[in-house]
């Protein structure tokens, strides 16, 4: 039985700081598809989805393929169990944090068929698996720390074109069957259909900036909460709350939703209109 267990510090210095939340969403993308995370694996294809946190996988690795069972702990814990193959046992996958942070934990204990237990090709062949799995390790790291990077490079462009009110940079920052629910109006869809739905909201207004209050970035789209301040036309001012949903489609924007209720930025222009009758 070949058994290891090695921590990696998930935030390193001068590198984009990840969250639980970050890494979580990472593991879980690449319990799905593992090729763009796994140096050496061909191929990676979910054959059977048993439930909501199960499902069974094919892989190719190191010319060898197999089948294994993958188990979801949200938030903490990926297991791996190998149901066929040359290879059998069991690799764990867990999100640790302490006094020294953030750490990704992975362990595995593993038997070569036709080995012997403590056999020099096991000894040896562990080895090998010991340094895949690191290289395995860091690889997926970086490549959660550039998901994190484009996400928010997409949101601060994306929001910095909103609170400038530049109508066209904002219609070409949606992909072509981007869709946007923008309070209680009816939905946009395409980028014509959100340029004139929103260009027509901003002519209402003096301005806007969004000041962000927290943000939940999952596999397909963020969560927002945002204290949005409003510019009336008279020069007045208010703030108020919305969530939003961003969900990414490659580096534009592919579906928004925003709830939000705008009235009270036309209570003054109500209220001066009732005075003056």
Not at 129 to 142: C, F, G, H, N, P
């Amino acid at each position: 039985m070949i058994k290891v267990s090695r921590r990696i510090p998930v935030n390193e210095p001068g590198q984009p700081t990840l969250t639980r939340s970050d890494v979580w969403q990472g593991l879980v993308m690449k319990a799905d598809n593992a090729l763009p995370f796994v140096p050496g694996m061909t191929h990676c294809v979910v054959l059977e989805r048993i439930g909501k946190n199960s499902f069974v996988r094919e892989i190719e690795f190191r010319g060898e393929r197999c089948r294994e069972r993958i188990t979801l702990s949200p938030e903490k814990q990926v297991k791996f169990e190998r149901l066929d193959g040359s290879v059998l046992g069991t690799i764990l996958n867990d999100i640790e944090e302490d006094a020294q942070g953030l750490g990704l934990r992975f362990s595995f204990e593993l038997s070569l068929a036709g080995e012997k237990d403590g056999s020099p090709a096991e000894v040896e062949y562990g080895k090998v698996v010991e340094k895949d799995y690191l290289r395995a390790v860091d690889a997926t790291l970086s490549a959660i720390r550039r998901l994190k990077t484009d996400r928010d490079t997409l949101l601060k462009r994306y929001y910095d074109t909103v609170d400038s009110m530049n109508l066209e940079a904002f219609k070409a920052m949606h992909s072509d069957k981007a869709r946007v629910f923008f309070a209680n109006f009816p939905a946009a869809e395409g980028p014509d259909q959100i340029a004139g739905a929103i260009g027509h909201f901003w002519s209402t207004i003096g301005g806007l900036k969004h000041h962000f209050v927290n943000r939940w970035d999952h596999q397909d789209e963020s969560v927002l909460e945002v204290a949005v301040e409003y510019t009336r036309k008279d020069g007045s001012k208010v703030t108020l709350p919305c969530v939003s949903i961003v969900k990414p489609d490659g580096d534009k924007v592919g579906e928004l939703r925003v709830f939000i209720d705008v009235a009270p930025i036309y209570a003054v222009d109500a209220a001066a209109s009732q005075a003056a009758e």
